[in-house]
Structures are given as C-alpha cells and as structure tokens.
DNA sequence: GTGGTCTAGACCACG
DNA sequence: GTGGTCTAGACCACA
C-alpha cells in the first residue's frame, strides 16, 4: 500500500491523507490520469471513518492535485494549472524553509550537512531511499 | 522588539514565540548568556496570557536553547551539548524537508529553484535580508 | 457543436445540457421550431449516459423550453406562453441576482464595475462576444 | 436572529449557512471586528449539528469574510486582502450572471424588466427592502 | 469556552 | 457505485 495513517500522530489524519497522496504523485507512484480508490474503500483500507477520507479528498480537489469527476471516481489531474492559492503556498514554503534552517542551527548542524540532508530529502521525495546513512 | 505574535495565524501562539526565540538566537539577535524578559513580562509585552508564555519557555528549556536558573532568570544557553530529543528533532526536520520538496514539485518549482529559495531561506535564517526578488 | 459537457464541472451534466441548450435558444442559435437531436444521438455526441440527456430533455420541457411531438421528434417552443413553475423562477432568479450583488461585495467590485460586468454578461448571452476586457 | 436556514431546501445547510453571513456582512448588519456566535451557539440556534456550523466558518475563513482569533472567538475580517481565490470567484460571478439573462430571456423579461429587477436585487443586498412590488 | 477532528451511521443526488 | 451532506456524540489542543 502507498498509504499509511498513524490516528496517534499529533498531525490530523485527514492531513496525513493530503500529505500522502501528494507525496504518491510528487513521487511518481500516481500519475496524472490514475483513478484514486473510492472514499469508502480507502476509508476500509485505512480503516478510518469515510468522512476523513472525504475531507482529505476535498483539499487534494481544491489544491488541484485530484479531480472528481461525477459519478465515475476520482483523479491524478494533470498538472496543467497553476493553483489559485499560489502565492500563499510559495510563502508557507518559504518559511518552513527558514524554520528548518533555524532548527538546523539548534541541532548543530553545519551548513554542509545541512545541505547534504537536504537534497537526501529531495531523493526521497522522488521516491528513491537515500542509500547512505545520516 | 526582537519578538512579534499574531493571534490570528493558524501556528499556535506558544509556537510562534518558541520559534520568534530559536529565530532570535539562530540570527544572533540574542547571544548565549543574553537574559531573557521574565514569563510575565514578556506576557505583557505580547499581550498574550502569561501562561501561554510559561508553556514557550518550557518547551525551550526541554529543547536546552534556553535555561532557567533560579532566582536569577532564564538565560540564553551556549549550543554545545546535544539535547536530549535530538534524533527526535532530527527525524522531524527531515521529513519537513521531504514535505517541502514534495510541496515544491506540486507547485512547479524546478529543482533549481527550490534550491535557490532554500538558501535563500538560509539567509533569512541569518538575519540578513535577501537582496533579491524570488 | 453548439453544445459541449464537462464531466469535471462541479454542476451536475445534465444541468449543463439544460444550460447549454436555454443559452443556446437565448443567443438565437436554435429557433422556434428547431428540431432537436434524439435523446440518443445527443447523448453519443457528447459522450454522456442517455439517462442524462433525458433528465435534461424532461426538465426543459417543464420549463417550456422544448416540445416533445410524439412520433415526431422534440422541438424548440415559442417562448409565447409563460411556463407554469415562473412564479418560482422568479423568485430564484431574483435571489441569484440577490448572491451575484453580495458576491460582487465581497470581491470589492464598485457599483459600476459590476453594473458593466452584467451588461457584458447580457451581450455574451445574446452570444455576442463582448470586445473589450474587464 | 439575522441567519435562518431550511434543512429541506435543495442548498446544503452549510452553504446556507455560508451565504446567509456573507449577506449580513455586505447589508453591514454585521460590520468587520464583529465577533460571530460561537461555532456550538450558532448551531444550537439554528437547530443544527455543531459541524455543519463549522464547515460553514472554515469555508467563511477560507474566503477571507471571518478570521479566527485561537480561543476567543471568530470575528468578521477588516476587508484589507483579496482572497486568493479572486479570479476563480469572478469567473463564476460572471457566467452567474450569463446565466441569469438566459433564464430571464426564457421568463419572458424585457431587459427594461430585467435590469429593473437587478437594481431592486442590489437594494435588497444592502438590506434595504424593495418598496415596490416587482 | 473556543474551534478542530474523528467516528458511526444515515440519506441524497448523480450517472 | 460515486461523492456529498448531515446528525449525534466523543475527545483534544489552545488560550
């Protein structure tokens, strides 16, 4: 399964759905086009309530990751449009980049580590596991 | 003022001053050994609940970026010793990490240019101000 | 085609075909007296279920928009006689304009811009293409 | 009470809901700082479920009409930013509008008619009760 | 006390 | 069968 939920994590279940399924697409697991599993059977497969899932399914919709369309499923868009919430997202990615450069500091990282965990995250993001150790 | 609190912003209010002050430190604002404003304060300085403060401050004596000595005040503490959550944080930064290049991919970003906000970001991080435009 | 359906769009399918086909009575590109594809040629031409295009078709025809002749085919009305159900278009027509306005608040139009906006939107429902921008 | 709903109308609740502030914020019943009802308030006053009032205030947050001030309560915004949804919401303020001259053109209305109908629609938007019957 | 999340189970419109 | 809405009732984090 290209999806797990951990209902004790202090970040909302519904948002670990939205994580996971960008981070399916970002990764290539789900390609634009690809039908998502109904709401309720990803509901028992995740064995959360539906409602979660709908919920999940909804900000996927209006982040234009998915599309719904009526009566025959959901899916992987293609990314053709830019997103109407642009600009707010670039700035929320902004500064989680200096909260994480700040962080790093504290974890006393040097900036060459730092950088290395960097761009091992962007291999990970794309799906490949980082083959060195940290 | 080196701290600033938006009661309206999604991040909860202890949250933000807990970062204000790792933000603070990480730009050299506040040096190790620099005093901290009593809870109190600092509470009314930000007009925030004094409780709301106490709560920050906790969270970053346990996080050892800062330390109350009793009697005298918290203080700044020097970044030498390993805290005790470390591999915690660092698991944590690392998936902000991976979050934040999935967040880039869904966004249209290049690989360039994430890189480019990410030491822009660094910068940020610094205290000194980006001199260009994204 | 002077007909097309989104199966993305938010609004149901056949509530675009019962659009689609008023607009296209509105702008004078069918007439009175036109006859209509059949409910299945219509529904192979725009790739929908024939059950759609039926709920459609019924639904203009409480409206008095269509004609259906038995054995003959359905038929554009002259829109002479007023349609039973126009006490309750009435009223939802006033309320929609009622939304349009507060809408137009809460977008920060002025008056006039939205006055000309609506006056632009009367041209394109007469199908003449409005020639200057908003 | 400034907000009625019908749980039997085809709108959802939430939606009602939804439309019903935005209307008293542009009649000014409600002016920005206002504080609303608590999300459990307003649905027992309106005899529905406590979500369905909070779906209703996200999707209000998300429109940038309220903003939520972390446990004290939720307030109408100071129409300082457009939301970021601007252009999408006045694309659909538009075709609302296509929309409606089609169905007036079906009801019979002379754009005399019509456009009379659309002021009366403005007044009744800004809270002040049309004098003359239609 | 505030909003936010989640569950269990129901009903509905659409295709 | 698809997603969407709603209820009743529970628990949690925040201020």
Redesign the interface.
């Known amino acids: 399964m290209w999806l797990q939920v951990d209902p004790r994590a202090p970040t909302p279940v519904y948002q670990q759905i939205v994580?996971g399924v960008?981070?399916a697409?970002?990764a290539g697991w789900l390609a634009p086009g690809d039908r998502l599993p109904s709401v309720r059977d990803l509901a028992v497969a995740l064995a959360v309530n539906h409602n979660t899932v709908a919920k999940a399914y909804q900000e996927l919709e209006r982040?234009r990751?998915i599309?719904?369309?009526?009566g025959?499923g959901t899916f992987v868009t293609r990314?053709s449009r830019?997103?109407?919430?642009?600009?707010?997202?670039?700035e929320?990615?902004?500064d989680?980049?200096?909260?994480?450069?700040?962080?790093?500091?504290?974890?006393?990282l040097t900036?060459a580590e730092f950088e290395r965990?960097?761009h091992?995250?962007?291999e990970?993001?794309?799906g490949r596991a980082d083959m060195e150790g940290?």
């Not at 830019?82 to 670039?90: F, I, L």
């Open positions: 994580d960008k981070a697409v970002a982040s990751v599309e719904v369309i009526r025959r990314p830019t997103p109407p919430d642009a600009a707010e997202r670039m929320k990615l902004r989680a980049l200096r909260l994480a450069w700040i962080e790093a500091y504290h974890l006393g900036d965990m960097f091992q995250a962007g990970a993001a794309r940290v």
